[in-house]
């Protein structure tokens, strides 16, 4: 595998489900991120880790539940999700503070539909 | 850090060129990259500049940064059909941060038709 990926790359679950979004980098980065990706609306930036630390929460709902076990993996834990919360989520790896500063590598997506 | 992008769909013969302008409000902003989006993919890193420069080139594509303006476009000459997707510009969310955040615009659907 190169780059990052993410699995699955589609999923439909209910409101009372509860599943996990993993993503996998292998570029050898220390910072991850998730993003939501909705239709006509720009990037919406939700998480960020460095060297395993969460640095950022904007503001996400509590029904949202990252983990960074090590640098290379990152997962997104759902549960009681809305239907707007159906929306393509991207993660994304970086090499900070040092290297392309804010050069990011996406992965493919997880198209996620909550009903 | 406030980044907006224009056109929001820009449609093209095979051949011409195809010009995408994003403007972003913080004027210690220093990185300005350009992101592709095919269908059923995740955005690709294509092209950036750096402030210190005021233009950069690849092959078909190009970016030219204003700074006095505070706006930066993406140039693509000689549109293929294959260019065809959603291309975003980003700024970074200011220039202390060090985790390399980045402010995205709304994104331009580019369709280039044979």
């Known amino acids: 595998e190169t780059g990052v990926t993410q699995t699955p790359r589609h999923l439909v679950m209910g409101m009372t489900n509860k599943k996990s979004l993993k993503c996998e980098q292998h570029l050898g980065h220390n910072a991850m991120y998730w993003y939501k990706q909705s239709a006509k609306k720009p990037l919406e930036l939700m998480f960020v880790?460095?060297?395993?630390?969460?640095?950022e929460n904007n503001s996400v709902p509590s029904r949202f539940s990252p983990e960074c076990p090590n640098s290379s993996h990152l997962f997104l834990h759902l549960h009681t999700l809305q239907p707007e919360d159906s929306a393509l989520y991207l993660c994304?790896?970086?090499?900070?503070?040092?290297?392309?500063?804010?050069?990011?590598?996406f992965g493919p997506g997880t198209r996620l539909t909550v009903t | 850090e406030n980044v907006e992008q224009h056109p929001s769909t820009l449609s093209v013969q095979e051949g011409d060129s195809a010009v995408i302008k994003c403007t972003y409000s913080d004027s210690a902003s220093n990185y300005f990259p350009w992101y592709k989006q095919e269908l059923g993919k995740g955005p690709q890193l294509i092209i950036d500049i750096r402030s210190n420069v005021g233009e950069k080139k690849d092959q078909r594509i190009a970016v030219t940064l204003n700074k006095t303006a505070k706006h930066f476009s993406l140039h693509i000459t000689e549109t293929q059909p294959e260019d065809s997707a959603v291309y975003f510009c980003a700024a970074p969310e200011g220039t202390t941060d060090s985790w390399g955040k980045l402010q995205f615009g709304a994104g331009t659907q580019v369709v280039v038709t044979p």
């Open positions: 880790y460095n060297f395993k630390e969460q640095t």
């Open positions: 994304a790896s970086s090499q900070v503070p040092r290297g392309s500063l804010y050069e990011q590598y």
